[in-house]
Structure formats: structure tokens, C-alpha cells
């Protein structure tokens, strides 16, 4: 895997972005921003499942006042996401944002830029330049490929940025087509010094979005690309979430919560171990520390296919035995697999703390 991109470190709220800090998972809200209750209680659903700093739409003034009130009941840094319309940047600004999200593609007027960084400069809040494939600005060369297009946009912002003294700048390209998207990070990760936001854009339900993702955020942080993450999802957001912390894990980057070990089962198996392995998924879900749990589909194979586990159950006919690290401690009936487990994840959690 490439070292990590030197980034410029950016501060959000009350995290650190870039500069060698761990890669953040980031959500948007699904939820009527004007709704403030609703917006806030999705918002700490989401912390609850590892999400560290979270956008919310600003379509109208009214979403824009709300944001006061949502910023006073959450911890972590919301980003108001504008588009179109300068003014809702500014009252979101005024609102107690922890950060921006610009899209130049709808908000490029110089004298309105301006206006907003003129704003967010003595406030030190960060503004994210977000360039979407889909509405690139008409200023950009049509001839060029995209790619270069979604940069050409993004550079045209940072240097109305830059010339307004204001370096507090994040980057994201976002594309639904995945080498677009590769391309376009790569090329302006050598252009400019600002932490990237990585995303591929619309990726779509969960089962193909979570694949599409994961190519394209999974690609750039193995170059050493990428500061913070979101998975787009068709979804709940807390599938983005715990998609983002997947990623994150399969490339060794962060280690948040456990990590399910599963068998893909064969001939061999005599239980019903999807049903077993989707309970554990749910119970293990809002846990936080990290520890690696097997569920595995045979008493002759499971431990030994899993022994990087830390602790698992593999399923017989009617007997499973729980395993720690390959080694069998105990067994237990088919009616008790699934407590059998977590009592062992809880005792390994326990013995970790002490
Ligand atoms: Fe088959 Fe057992 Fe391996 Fe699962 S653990 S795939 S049931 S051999």
C-alpha cells in the first residue's frame, strides 16, 4: 500500500482532517433538515455506528435557521451542504456551521463566493470545494475528459479561494463511473495540498453501491489517497456508515468495532448459518472496540479456517463449539449459539479492558 499523501491538516469542528490524521467517515443526513428533532436523533444514530463528521442539506432559509438548533443537541461537526443559492451558505454560517460544502457547478460567481469566505474566514470555517460529474460548471472545457473537467472546476474555486487569502479548503470529485472518479483524484492530489473527501457519487442500493464504493474509495486509499469518506447509499444512512468503517478495516487503515468473520459454508454445513452470522452482524453492529468474531459453518474445519479470529463458534449438528483464537473452550446447544457467542465476545472485552 502507497505512504499516505501529505495533506494540509484542516480543522472541522472537533476533528482533524488531513495531515496524517486516521481517514474520517463522513454521512449525510436523509432526514428534512427543517425537522429538527428527526434530523438530530438520525444524527446520533449515526455517531452510534462510527460516523465522525456528518453533512445535512441547506435547500431554504428555513433548513438554514434549523441548523442552529440541530448544532446546540450533537457532538459531532456538521457540514451544511448548499447549493445554488450563496445566501444559505451564509445563514448557515451564521447558524454555527462547522463547515461548507460548495458546489461550483451552482455557486461560482466570484462576488458570491467571496461573500461566503468573507464570512467563513474570521469564523475559521472550512469550506469543501465539491465537484460532481453531473454539474460541472459551463465555464470547464467541454472537449477535455471528464476527469480533467472535474478538476479544471475544482481548480477554478481554489484559486478564487487562494486569491481571497482563505487556505481552509477540502477537495472531493465525485463521479458515478469509478476509473473517472480514480483519475480525477490522482490528478489533482499532485496539483494541490488540500485534504480530499472521497466518494463515488449515486453509487446506488446497497448491494452494488457498497461494491462501487469500495472500488473507488477502496483504489485511492491504497494509493495513499484520501482524508475523509463517505459511502453514497440508496439506503440508510448507517449503511453508509458501517459500509465506511469496512473499508476502512479491509485496508488496515482503522480498526472501529469488530470485524465479522463468516464462512461462505459448503456441503459440510448442517445449521442455518446465514441466519446465525446476520444475528451476530446485528448484535456486534453498535459495538466499538475492535475484536474479530467467526461464525463458521463445521466443527472439523471452522476453528482452524478461522483461528485469526479472536474468538468464534463453529456449528455442528446441534452442538457448536466456541473457539478462541483456533482453540476450542467450550460447547454449546444449537439453541444457545448465538448467546454462547456474545458471551464469549463480552468476556474477551472484558479481559481486554483489564
Ligand atoms: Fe465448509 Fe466448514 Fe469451511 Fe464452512 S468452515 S466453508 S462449512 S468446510
Not at 461537526?77 to 461548507?100: E, K, T
Not at 444457545?336 to 468476556?347: K, R, S
Amino acid at each position: 500500500m502507497n505512504q499516505r499523501r501529505a495533506s494540509k491538516p484542516l480543522r472541522i469542528g472537533g476533528v482533524t482532517v488531513g495531515g496524517g490524521a486516521p481517514v474520517l467517515v463522513q454521512s449525510m443526513t436523509k432526514t428534512d433538515t427543517r425537522n429538527v428533532t428527526a434530523t438530530v436523533n438520525q444524527i446520533h444514530e449515526l455517531e452510534e455506528y462510527g460516523c465522525e463528521i456528518v453533512r445535512v442539506a441547506v435547500p431554504d432559509e428555513e433548513a438554514a435557521q434549523a441548523l442552529a438548533s440541530i448544532k446546540r443537541r450533537v457532538r459531532i461537526p456538521i457540514i451544511a451542504d448548499v447549493h445554488f443559492d450563496y445566501r444559505l451558505a451564509l445563514a448557515a454560517l451564521r447558524a454555527g456551521v462547522d463547515g461548507l460544502r460548495l458546489n461550483p457547478g451552482n455557486i461560482s460567481e466570484p462576488e458570491q463566493v467571496a461573500a461566503v469566505v468573507e464570512a467563513a474566514k474570521p469564523r475559521g470555517v472550512p469550506i469543501r470545494i465539491g465537484v460532481n460529474a453531473g454539474s460541472l460548471p459551463r465555464s470547464v472545457n467541454t472537449q477535455a475528459p471528464i476527469a480533467e473537467r472535474m478538476v479544471e472546476a475544482a481548480l477554478e474555486q481554489i484559486h478564487l479561494l487562494e486569491d481571497l487569502d482563505f487556505d481552509l479548503i477540502k477537495v472531493s470529485l465525485k463521479a458515478f463511473d469509478v476509473p473517472t472518479t480514480v483519475e480525477a483524484y490522482q490528478i489533482i492530489a499532485r496539483k494541490v495540498p488540500y485534504p480530499l473527501h472521497l466518494g463515488i457519487t449515486e453509487a446506488g442500493l446497497p448491494k452494488t453501491g457498497v461494491v462501487r464504493s469500495t472500488l473507488g474509495i477502496g483504489i485511492l486509499l491504497y494509493l495513499g489517497i484520501g482524508d475523509t469518506i463517505r459511502v453514497s447509499l440508496t439506503a440508510h444512512p448507517r449503511e453508509e456508515v458501517v459500509a465506511a468503517h469496512e473499508i476502512l478495516k479491509g485496508l488496515n487503515l482503522r480498526q472501529r468495532g469488530p470485524t465479522l468473520i463468516s464462512c461462505p459454508t459448503c456441503g459440510r454445513c448442517e445449521v442455518d448459518l446465514v441466519s446465525l452470522a446476520m444475528a451476530v452482524e446485528e448484535r456486534l453492529a453498535k459495538l466499538d472496540k475492535p475484536i474479530k468474531v467467526a461464525v463458521m459453518g463445521c466443527v472439523v474445519n471452522g476453528p482452524g479456517e478461522a483461528r485469526y479470529a479472536d474468538v468464534g463458534i463453529a456449528c455442528g449438528r446441534g452442538r457448536g463449539a466456541l473457539f478462541r483464537r483456533g482453540e476450542v473452550v467450550r460447547t454449546v446447544e444449537e439453541k444457545d449459539f448465538l448467546e454462547g457467542l456474545m458471551g464469549e465476545v463480552e468476556q474477551f472485552l472484558c479481559s481486554a479492558r483489564r
